[in-house]
């Protein structure tokens, strides 16, 4: 079976911005018997944890990556280029790791698919995708989110 990334947080690695982890016996039973990379592109970045929360304003990833959009703390610093580091640092390992697919963290402005918070703060959700589901996907790795989150 082939490898997959995993977003770090659903391993059990307290890596969210609020310094908590997501793992769950679901999320384990989907994983197992493959080689699975962990990986949290948001500390990958640079940023800390626990963090203060970001969300897209302006579009979603792929437009993060194509510079028409960004990504902002709830104070209105701009981290932008600390997601777009993170998501190409998780696209090196998960080509290091042999990955052509990846389960990551739903509605985050990293790892979300399909899904993401519309950049208000106020717990709305929008179409589209985080920044490094987005470079994944522009670079053949299949993006699914993580059941039961």
Do not use: Q, W
């Not at 290091?96 to 790892?111: Q, V």
């Amino acid at each position: 079976m082939e490898a997959i990334l995993v977003s770090a947080c659903l391993r059990g690695v307290p890596c969210r911005f609020d310094g908590r982890h997501k793992a769950s016996s679901e999320l384990e039973r989907a994983v197992a018997g493959r080689d699975v990379v962990s990986f949290c592109p948001e500390v990958a970045g640079g940023l800390a944890t626990p963090r203060r929360p970001a969300e897209l304003v302006g579009g979603d990833g792929h437009d993060v990556l194509d510079g028409t959009a960004r990504v902002v703390e709830d104070t209105g610093r701009d981290v932008t280029a600390e997601f777009v580091d993170g998501a190409h640092r998780a696209l090196a390992a998960a080509r290091h790791g042999g990955c052509t697919e990846a389960l990551l963290m739903p509605r985050s402005p990293s790892c979300g698919r399909g899904a993401v918070y519309d950049g208000s703060f106020a717990g709305e959700l929008v179409t589209g995708d985080g920044v490094t589901a987005a470079l994944f996907e522009r670079n053949g790795i299949a993006v699914r989110s993580a059941p039961g989150v």
